[in-house]
């Protein structure tokens, strides 16, 4: 039968066998070309499609064997080895199956949720903006889809994690528009550094939501501080006497500050921002520490100037009243400053308030003022009174101290020299990662091409390509067990259990990364440093096995 007359499935048959031939692996080719030939003597259709399922079934486990026999080769070959597996010159020592199972292994360690989560802090680390740009897309998706799906709680946290304004006050009165019960983090998404501004409209629905609240007083107070003494810092300064006199010209601050003194609560949202910032990070470990780190960073707090110079006035107006022969009246106003310093000064403290110490720095010269008030009016027993409770007020000021500062000792500093293990790790991984493919890639490029490269070069070539891999391996686990510690603090802090008491501490741990990071400009001369002792040692490794064999040969 000539082939014009063959059926359409008997010609696709013998064009499908021939086109397998040209890429038949070369061990079992000739067995290939046989059945080819021999598909051109079959007339029944159906058994010529037999025969090519048979075919290719032949093709595939011959690809399999040619590939387990490549795998077995090492880097660089491609043909079988000498006489006795003998390995030739120029080739490493280790198979391809071994080198692609330690990158696997290495591979997958870095897939698991510690590796991953470790990878997403590092990549944040090493950003040297306020926040890297691939958190900002992170929190920029949240908010997008928790427009889509509504969910105010989502896109409440995005406004106070975002650090650029026109977008997080955007975002912030959507969620309040959604859930006005969300509208205390109009107090929690500030914009970042000292020249943030809450908007005017922000702070009346804060003191419509919470009109008992003193601490949305202080934040009212503390716009009109800031608008009037920036500018006085900017030309130089002010004194004390100065910024006193510019705010006790000011009916409208003092209006706020006496608000703030006769309310009847302080919060300060910490706790209601915590929880929110731990339900999403639960919801979301993709999110990185810094972006937590911005959301906590993004809490207003009044300037600790109203708390003092409202302080000095109160004192300085008591005085007045005193020469003036009104001592109830005086007593009234420095009792009313020292309620006021030890209501909020105590549930600050419950609350990590930054303003905590000079709330107790303003309420104890309150007492200290009320007690010369009552020697100088003849009730000395009074006077007693008061001087224990200052007495008392310094004694637990100075041992909360103490106990802050081993706290802080004990909590923080191992964290940044675990850090700095993370980082080591990382840099570990991307040079061997590096190293590795080059390596092995230039010896595959020269099997394809069937070129040699000898000397020191190939000697180099296939000393990393040998232990390359089972050095990155070892990074890779490195980075697992140096960021364990991280790992742990941050899930008991998702978990509402974290160990570290204080706003400030957390941000600390938070950042520690960022303390040890190749980016930090104030570890420079230490990374300097310990790239040069592992540069010196790497070359010593690399090199060694070639002065030995030179001094053999």
Same mark, same amino acid.
């Given at each position: 039968?000539?082939?014009?007359?063959?059926?359409?499935?008997?010609?696709?048959?013998?064009?499908?066998?021939?086109?397998?031939?040209?890429?038949?692996?070369?061990?079992?080719?000739?067995?290939?070309?046989?059945?080819?030939?021999?598909?051109?003597?079959?007339?029944?259709?159906?058994?010529?499609?037999?025969?090519?399922?048979?075919?290719?079934?032949?093709?595939?486990?011959?690809?399999?064997?040619?590939?387990?026999?490549?795998?077995?080769?090492?880097?660089?070959?491609?043909?079988?080895?000498?006489?006795?597996?003998?390995?030739?010159?120029?080739?490493?020592?280790?198979?391809?199956?071994?080198?692609?199972?330690?990158?696997?292994? &290495?591979?997958?360690?870095?897939? #698991?949720?510690?590796?991953? $989560? %470790?990878?997403? !802090?590092? +990549?944040?680390?090493?950003?040297?903006?306020?926040?890297?740009?691939?958190?900002?897309?992170?929190?920029?998706?949240?908010?997008?889809?928790?427009?889509?799906?509504?969910?105010?709680?989502?896109?409440?946290?995005?406004?106070?994690?975002?650090?650029?304004?026109?977008?997080?006050?955007?975002?912030?009165?959507?969620?309040?528009?959604?859930?006005?019960?969300?509208?205390?983090?109009?107090?929690?998404?500030?914009?970042?550094?000292?020249?943030?501004?809450?908007?005017?409209?922000?702070?009346?629905?804060?003191?419509?939501?919470?009109?008992?609240?003193?601490?949305?007083?202080?934040?009212?107070?503390?716009?009109?501080?800031?608008?009037?003494?920036?500018?006085?810092?900017?030309?130089?300064?002010?004194?004390?006497?100065?910024?006193?006199?510019?705010? &006790?010209?000011?009916?409208?601050? #003092?209006?706020?500050?006496? $608000? %703030?003194?006769? !309310?009847? +609560?302080?919060?300060?949202?910490?706790?209601?921002?915590?929880?929110?910032?731990?339900?999403?990070?639960?919801?979301?470990?993709?999110?990185?520490?810094?972006?937590?780190?911005?959301?906590?960073?993004?809490?207003?707090?009044?300037?600790?100037?109203?708390?003092l110079a409202y302080g000095d006035l109160l004192i300085q107006r008591a005085r007045e009243f005193h020469l003036e022969g009104r001592d109830a009246e005086a007593e009234r106003s420095l009792q009313l400053l020292a309620d006021f310093a030890e209501r909020a000064g105590t549930i600050g403290r419950n609350q990590r308030d930054l303003n905590g110490w000079i709330l107790e720095t303003v309420r104890q010269k309150s007492l200290i003022e009320l007690g010369t008030l009552y020697r100088s009016s003849g009730k000395t027993d009074r006077a007693v009174v008061v001087d224990v409770e200052v007495a008392n007020l310094k004694k637990s000021r100075m041992e909360r101290n103490s106990s802050h500062g081993q706290t802080f000792d004990s909590l923080i500093s191992p964290f940044l020299w675990k850090g700095l293990f993370v980082q080591l790790s990382a840099l570990a991984i991307l040079l061997f990662a590096a190293i590795s493919f080059l390596s092995l890639s230039s010896l595959e490029i020269d099997a394809v091409l069937q070129s040699k490269t000898v000397g020191m070069w190939s000697r180099i070539r296939c000393f990393v390509a040998d232990y390359g891999p089972l050095v990155l391996l070892a990074a890779c686990a490195s980075l697992l067990l140096a960021y364990r510690p991280f790992e742990q603090a941050f899930a008991q802090f998702r978990s509402g259990a974290t160990p570290v008491p204080t706003q400030g501490q957390m941000m600390l741990l938070l950042y520690s990364l960022h303390f040890a990071s190749p980016t930090n400009l104030g570890s420079a001369f230490w990374w300097w440093m310990i790239t040069l002792s592992l540069s010196a040692l790497a070359m010593f490794i690399l090199f060694r096995p070639l002065w030995k064999r030179r001094a053999a040969a």
């Open positions: 039968m000539t082939s014009d007359r063959k059926p359409l499935l008997l010609r696709a048959t013998e064009w499908s066998l021939r086109r397998l031939v040209r890429v038949w692996p070369l061990e079992t080719r000739e067995w290939a070309a046989a059945m080819a030939t021999e598909a051109g003597e079959i007339e029944n259709p159906w058994a010529a499609l037999r025969w090519l399922l048979g075919g290719v079934l032949f093709f595939l486990r011959s690809v399999a064997s040619h590939f387990l026999a490549w795998m077995r080769l090492p880097v660089g070959a491609n043909s079988p080895l000498g006489a006795g597996g003998n390995r030739p010159a120029g080739l490493p020592r280790h198979s391809r199956l071994v080198t692609a199972t330690l990158l696997l292994a &290495a591979m997958a360690l870095l897939l #698991l949720p510690q590796g991953r $989560e %470790a990878l997403i !802090a590092i +990549r944040s680390s090493w950003s040297n903006s306020e926040m890297a740009a691939s958190d900002k897309r992170a929190i920029e998706d949240l908010a997008a889809r928790a427009i889509r799906e509504r969910d105010a709680r989502k896109l409440a946290f995005a406004a106070v994690s975002y650090p650029e304004p026109g977008k997080s006050n955007a975002w912030a009165e959507q969620a309040v528009a959604m859930d006005p019960a969300l509208r205390w983090i109009y107090a929690s998404h500030a914009t970042r550094g000292m020249r943030w501004e809450i908007p005017e409209s922000h702070l009346q629905a804060l003191r419509e939501f919470d009109p008992h609240n003193a601490f949305v007083y202080l934040l009212s107070a503390d716009r009109i501080y800031r608008s009037k003494l920036f500018p006085l810092h900017d030309q130089g300064g002010a004194t004390k006497s100065q910024i006193n006199q510019i705010l &006790a010209g000011d009916s409208e601050w #003092l209006g706020w500050m006496d $608000e %703030a003194a006769r !309310a009847t +609560r302080y919060e300060n949202y910490v706790e209601k921002g915590q929880q929110l910032q731990q339900q999403i990070w639960r919801e979301d470990r993709s999110f990185s520490p810094d972006v937590i780190a911005q959301s906590i960073q993004s809490q207003a707090w009044p300037d600790a100037g109203n708390l």
